[in-house]
């Protein structure tokens, strides 16, 4: 199993999703920012890792939102969401396709990768 993270970024109302690569598995879906962590890494470190890799901005890692497990034709992976906040930089498009800010009522306008259905509908209950 893979162990995966991944950052839920609120901004008042909206919170961060990005569009995977074209050139990458479950390419163009929706998801939240974040990716594999390495040996040696902290959930936390990992998740601050990526995002500086993929966004070019600095994390501030809170909580657990949530974790589950998915498995996909090609690889099964134990994801885990922290609540998060951008603590420096604007959040720059350098390895996904699109980043958008959405509220929750927004959720059924974007094909989102499949791990991450669990973690939209706590969101839409939650935060509705």
């Not at 390495?38 to 070019?56: D, H, P, V």
């Not at 909580?63 to 690889?75: K, R, S």
């Not at 669990?118 to 939650?126: A, V």
Request: hydrophobic share 45%.
């Amino acid at each position: 199993m893979t162990e995966v993270v991944a950052a839920l970024i609120w901004d008042k109302d909206k919170f961060m999703i990005c569009q995977r690569p074209a050139n990458k598995a479950r390419a163009l879906l929706w998801e939240f920012v974040g990716g594999k962590v390495e040996l040696g890494e902290t959930k936390q470190q990992a998740l601050i890792r990526e995002c500086q890799e993929e966004l070019a901005v600095t994390l501030s890692v809170g909580d657990v939102f949530m974790d589950v497990v998915h498995e996909y034709p090609d690889i099964t992976v134990h994801l885990t969401l922290f609540n998060a906040t951008i603590a420096e930089g604007i959040p720059l498009k350098i390895e996904h396709n699109d980043i958008r800010w959405i509220t929750p009522d927004e959720i059924p306008f974007y094909e989102f990768c499949p791990a991450d259905e669990e973690i939209l509908e706590k969101i839409i209950s939650k935060y509705r």
